[in-house]
């Protein structure tokens, strides 16, 4: 079975500083991989995705995430945090059934 | 020109009621799903419509029912609401043939609160 571990609920940041949002994942299989956010009282917006193809992807608004099979993760990075990034982060994997998996998700808050 | 659009946006109801929430997209999707997201934002699939036809039913009771009337919309039914329900509900399409990469796209979703 497909599933991903957030490791991390909450997360602060100071503006300007590197962002760091950690994800494990488990799959029987060569998975897919996403990353959504949620802005508060929001929908939820792709941000990357890693389909098998180059294994650093590159996302909206600066975003980007390593896909290392060694070490089961996707972390989700970005050089310098925004204020604008303040939101609540979902890691997520496609499992049997063409359905998606969501992590637990961690919110994200950056401090002026 | 909103490309996945819920209606209603917040609803509000007592125990026991039947209730049903819309959804609509303008991508020309095929596929179209419910996610539920509850009070600590935990969000699962509940059912997935391809073309009209149920390819997804997870666990859910049956008091939730879903009705495809045509490709572009998706609406659930909920009926003999219990506390339980309050959640938000979220709206997703995507295009079948795109479904190994899973570039699914969200509606705004729907706070439904049972009192």
């Given at each position: 079975a497909q599933s991903v571990t957030q490791l991390d609920s909450h997360v602060s940041v100071s503006e300007g500083t590197p962002v760091l949002l950690r994800c494990n994942y488990s799959s029987s299989y060569s998975p897919s991989l996403f990353w959504y956010v949620q802005h508060p009282n929001k929908g939820l917006q792709l941000l990357l995705k890693y389909?098998?193809?180059?294994t650093l992807v590159k996302g909206i608004n600066g975003f980007e995430a390593e896909f290392k099979k060694s070490e089961t993760s996707f972390h989700l990075t970005k050089p310098s945090a925004h204020m604008s990034d303040a939101a609540e982060y979902f890691c997520v994997v496609s499992g049997a059934t063409n359905k998606l998996i969501f992590g637990t998700g961690t919110l994200l808050a950056v401090q002026p | 020109d909103t490309a996945v659009s819920q209606t209603p946006k917040y609803l509000v109801t007592q125990m026991g009621n039947d209730k049903s929430i819309k959804c609509e997209q303008n991508?020309?999707?095929d596929t179209m799903y419910w996610y539920k997201q509850d009070s600590k934002k935990f969000l699962k699939i509940m059912f997935s419509y391809n073309n009209k036809e149920l390819i997804i039913n997870e666990?859910?009771?049956?008091r939730f029912s879903p009705k495809s009337p045509d490709k572009a919309h998706l609406n659930l039914h909920i009926n003999s609401l219990e506390l339980g329900d309050s959640a938000v509900y979220f709206c997703a399409s995507t295009q079948w043939r795109d479904r190994g990469s899973h570039t699914q796209y969200f509606g705004p979703g729907t706070r439904l609160t049972v009192l």
């Open positions: 389909t098998s193809a180059a | 991508l020309g999707h666990t859910v009771p049956n």
